[in-house]
């Protein structure tokens, strides 16, 4: 005889109107961020963050209502081709949010040790041509003056060197990558019924299930922690460096504290969770059961 299945945690109506107001909350936050930045889309950092702000409007349409809902009741109630998106767009969305929080990393330190470079470079050429200007009023005063020929004289302005990162070819590499590690769920993914009024959205492959579900998280967690760890240490490194004072009014600074700050909600929020799926993962492999509600998504959050 089957055991009863566990009723909902919460009351149906008290938790469609918590997600309501989360979605709702989120998706209100995203478009003002898509409102304010959209004007200042050229700017690299600021079109990275629109894509961020765009994919975390994804995974919250996408991804939190279902999850939350099957959760609670304990069973995958939405349907088959509910299930095919669900599982298909939260890893689109997922791991675009995380490698564009790691895109920013990368960017911000490429920009500030591009301007750190500038800065050195104009102030030495600086240096140079004061001391050929002395020399050449040092030489006018002994030599005699020919009017013939005028002085021919060219001034270089050092501050229209280029350090600005391009943003195209990471951006569309994330992208990419995230309908890459995608295909298997919106291939294999499915409904199977299990005992009695359960049904579980998983894969339906179960041979490469544990496979699969490891080659997302290597791409979709141990990779992007591992840079992310490497990146705030040189962030940390970089704003407590003395070179970092020849930036100050600059807007790298902010930047770079940005990103630290994205890492840092990153590692707070994320990380717990994305461990618990992995727990639950190889346990689920260990005993051979299908998860009730569903099998589990490495849904990597966005702090944004």
């Known amino acids: 005889m089957s055991e009863l299945v566990p009723g909902p945690l919460f009351p149906p109506l008290v938790l469609a109107i918590f997600i309501v107001c989360i979605a709702g909350a989120g998706a209100l936050v995203n478009c003002a961020?898509?409102?304010a930045l959209l004007k200042r889309s050229r700017n690299g950092l600021f079109s990275i963050i629109i894509q961020l702000a765009l994919a975390d409007i994804i995974l919250i349409g996408t991804s939190v209502g279902p999850e939350i809902w099957s959760y609670n009741a304990r069973t995958w109630i939405f349907g088959r081709n509910c299930c095919i998106a669900y599982r298909g767009l939260s890893i689109i969305a997922s791991t675009a949010s995380l490698y564009l929080i790691t895109?920013?990393?990368?960017?911000?330190?490429?920009?500030?040790?591009?301007?750190?470079?500038?800065?050195?470079?104009?102030?030495?050429?600086?240096?140079?041509?004061?001391?050929?200007?002395?020399r050449s009023s040092r030489h006018s005063l002994v030599a005699s003056s020919d009017t013939s020929t005028p002085p021919r004289t060219m001034n270089v302005d050092y501050r229209l060197a280029d350090t600005r990162v391009p943003v195209a070819p990471p951006t569309v590499f994330v992208w990419v990558l995230s309908a890459s590690l995608s295909i298997p769920e919106f291939t294999f993914a499915t409904t199977v019924p299990y005992d009695q009024d359960v049904v579980a959205c998983t894969l339906v492959d179960t041979s490469h299930r544990v496979n699969m579900h490891s080659m997302v998280a290597f791409f979709n967690f141990f990779l992007p922690a591992l840079i992310l760890s490497s990146a705030s240490v040189l962030i940390i490194c970089k704003l407590k460096s003395k070179k970092i004072n020849n930036l100050e009014g600059s807007e790298t600074i902010q930047t770079l504290k940005l990103s630290l700050w994205l890492n840092l909600v990153f590692g707070i929020f994320c990380v717990p969770r994305s461990l618990f799926y992995f727990y639950r993962l190889y346990e689920f492999s260990a005993d051979t059961k299908i998860d009730l509600g569903h099998e589990g998504q490495l849904d990597i959050c966005n702090p944004v």
């Open 33 to 35: 961020l898509l409102a």
């Open 103 to 134: 895109t920013i990393a990368l960017h911000t330190l490429a920009t500030a040790n591009l301007e750190e470079k500038s800065i050195t470079l104009k102030n030495k050429r600086s240096d140079r041509d004061d001391e050929e200007e002395i």
